[in-house]
């Protein structure tokens, strides 16, 4: 791919990091809610009152909803970006 469609597609890929964080947040905020039966939020690593293996299924589990869903927005932003253009915005 020339170094220009690289260019074009790096507003798509900044785009779609911010969409996916959004979406991942709102995705992990209904699922501990769920999981832990509580409004609250995901705990902290430094929280205080957390339990120890609460904070890292909490962690665990932020980032595997975090990279499946950068993953499948940068895949559709890919997908979208040859659609327009021809051009594949990877290797």
Same mark, same amino acid.
């Given at each position: ?16 990091? @911010? ?7 709102? @995705? ?26 609460? @904070? ?36």
């Amino acid at each position: 791919m020339s170094k220009g469609a690289k260019l074009a597609y790096k507003p798509v890929s900044m785009v779609g990091g @911010v969409l996916a964080g959004a979406v991942a947040g709102a @995705v992990v905020r209904r699922l501990w809610a769920m999981v832990s039966d509580s409004d609250e939020e995901a705990p902290a690593a430094l929280g205080e009152d957390s339990d120890f293996w609460e @904070v890292v299924l909490a962690a665990a589990l932020q980032g595997a909803v975090f990279a499946a869903t950068k993953t499948a927005v940068d895949r559709a932003g890919a997908i979208g970006f040859r659609r327009l253009t021809g051009a594949w915005p990877g290797d």
